[in-house]
């Protein structure tokens, strides 16, 4: 028998070794989790989480949340709500100088209201505001940069994903904390909006003169598009602050809705149906795949004793609320070069929670903080993945260094909602605890 506790580090240090070799994130968790157990514990022990855990993960009715809201995205894109949505603000927003950076980020906060995922909402603004931009003479790399930041409002605006697996993994509750990121989004995309227009200010070659004002009618039958969005919006987020269904049925009323007004504009099912029931499908099962290897992960950790040990060492050196904050805060800029969101949250969740929960930190205040920093790793250089999305999509019109010379704005606006968000823990906690139901 092998001491637990050697075991359990030995597995951390075998997963970070697996992660820098490339292996994909769910398998090496998933094998070292099982090792971990087989060697830590007892062979009996394995087959009994064996047995369980993978399949009460995915029959979960809590998770069946995930990928409805994902399917709700996928429809979205495919039937032509984001373009819309991303049109009625470049007419309503063109008379601006840089019009086309404000459009992307009010496009993308938007879209992020029935998204919840950051790469999708890079991807798809990247095919829709980039070549305007380049045809406009917008600066590339500001214009990228300004894509790939927006992109990551998708964690933190409901129904953000993200919120999603955090809840789930912490046992909070998914339609507080889906509220929870609502004030601190609508902030960041505020920040945002100053900053380009500080930055277009100081360096006019960053964007060119001011276009032609719209007309009213053209701003009217713009507006006029946009209602899909604005009637799924208030389904869902109406419908879970309100207590009239818990954020699953608010998931499925959702993709629901979306499916009428696909199969109306779109005159029918057939010709995109399928292709976005694969997409969703696709990334469903990729986040269940990572969600069982991460609490298979969990299960030997915590097992072998090294949750334990890791929360004493934790609390011996950061043993404040803001000690712990700062120190997480490293730890996820770090991990953001490495690893996806999912990914992150589910490999250092099991250490960091018990931790949240020895220092009496609030864990709605602390998941909203967690998401703000997720959001900061997804576009820091040199490998965030949403910039890895962006230049996935413009296909060889731009380098890396155009990439991480436009995101480096967005991260300092990012630092200063993070520390606000520090600062104020109400900006988080306020609309939660005003919920009608508290679902």
């Not at 904390?177 to 902030?187: D, E, K, N, S, Y």
Request: a positive charge; glycine letters at 10%.
């Amino acid at each position: 028998m092998f001491d637990p506790l050697i075991v359990g580090y030995s597995g951390v240090l075998l997963l970070f070794l697996f992660l820098a070799l490339g292996i994909p994130v769910a398998v090496a968790m998933g094998v070292v989790g099982i090792v971990g157990m087989y060697f830590g514990v007892s062979e009996f022990f394995l087959i009994g989480q064996l047995r369980s855990l993978p399949f009460a993960t995915v029959s979960s009715y809590g998770l069946a949340v995930l990928p409805l809201f994902v399917l709700l995205g996928v429809i979205a894109e495919a039937t032509g709500i984001t373009t819309d949505v991303f049109k009625a603000a470049d007419i309503w927003l063109r008379r601006l100088r840089g019009g086309l950076y404000q459009a992307t980020i009010v496009g993308s906060a938007v879209f992020s209201a029935i998204s919840g995922s950051t790469l999708v909402n890079a991807l798809v603004f990247t095919r829709i505001a980039f070549p305007k931009m380049m045809d406009l003479g917008y600066s590339k790399s500001l214009s990228l940069g300004a894509i790939a930041g927006a992109g990551s409002f998708a964690a933190m605006i409901p129904p953000s994903i993200t919120m999603v697996i955090y809840a789930i993994m912490t046992e909070q509750s998914v339609g507080q904390l889906l509220m929870a990121g609502l004030i601190p989004g609508i902030i960041t995309a505020v920040v945002y909006l100053t900053g380009i227009n500080l930055l277009v200010r100081i360096n006019p070659k960053l964007a060119p003169t001011k276009a032609t004002p719209a007309l009213w009618k053209e701003k009217r039958r713009a507006l006029g598009k946009i209602w899909p969005i604005v009637l799924l919006i208030f389904l869902v987020l109406g419908g879970i602050y309100f207590g009239i269904f818990p954020p699953s049925a608010a998931g499925a009323a959702g993709a629901f809705g979306a499916l009428l007004f696909g199969a109306y504009r779109m005159k029918g099912l057939r010709r995109w149906l399928p292709t976005a029931l694969q997409d969703a499908a696709f990334i469903s099962s990729i986040m269940f795949m990572i969600l069982v290897g991460g609490l298979l992960l969990s299960r030997m950790l915590v097992a072998t004793g090294v949750i334990d040990h890791m929360v004493e060492a934790i609390t011996s050196v950061a043993d404040t609320p803001l000690k712990f904050m700062i120190l997480a805060s490293i730890l996820y800029l770090i991990l953001g070069c490495f690893l996806d969101t999912t990914s992150m949250m589910v490999v250092t969740l099991p250490f960091l929670f018990p931790t949240v929960v020895a220092l009496d930190i609030n864990p709605i205040w602390f998941g909203i903080v967690l998401v703000k920093l997720i959001e900061i790793s997804v576009i820091t250089p040199p490998v965030g993945f949403n910039i890895f999305a962006v230049m996935s999509a413009v296909k060889g019109q731009a380098t890396f260094g155009d990439v991480y010379k436009g995101v480096v704005p967005f991260i300092f606006l990012d630092l200063i909602v993070l520390a606000l968000l520090i600062m104020f823990p109400e900006l988080a906690t306020w609309l939660p605890e005003t919920m009608i139901g508290r679902s």
